[in-house]
């Protein structure tokens, strides 16, 4: 159960980084933070966003997920992050509703790089 929790702990960062990425560009251009306009940091927050629209488009489950829930096949009980993390991350809706979500949300982290551009002079 502990490497699945791991697992589990991991995705979360994942989305933690994919969806709270967004308002910390823009806090961070509104209060003139150099670090929200690093290339490398807002490339890698695309690429984490496209990567989840891509799977979303054809049909294929997060590896975590899949991951996941096969490490917990073997458990019987829920743990405590477990239980909690999955009530935050995982919702019963139609999985079109996510795909235009993740869609909609990548455009707005693409549109934020003409409102908020990447400097390019900086390396790291």
């Not at 994919?18 to 690093?38: E, Q």
């Not at 966003?49 to 991951?67: A, Q």
Request: one cysteine or more.
């Amino acid at each position: 159960m502990l490497l699945a929790d791991l697992v589990l702990i991991i995705h979360f960062l994942y989305v933690l980084f994919v969806v709270g990425s967004l308002p910390v560009i823009w806090l961070g251009a509104w209060l003139k933070l150099t670090f929200v306009r690093n290339p490398w940091f807002r490339y890698l927050h695309l690429a984490a966003i496209l990567f989840v629209v891509i799977e979303s488009l054809l049909g294929v489950v997060c590896p975590l997920t899949l991951w996941e829930n096969t490490l917990r096949q073997i458990e019987t009980n829920n743990s405590f992050i477990q239980q909690w993390l999955h009530k935050i991350m995982f919702y019963t809706v139609p999985e079109s509703l996510f795909t235009i979500v993740y869609v909609l949300f990548a455009g707005l982290v693409a549109a934020t790089f003409k409102w908020v551009p990447p400097n390019k002079s900086q390396k790291t």
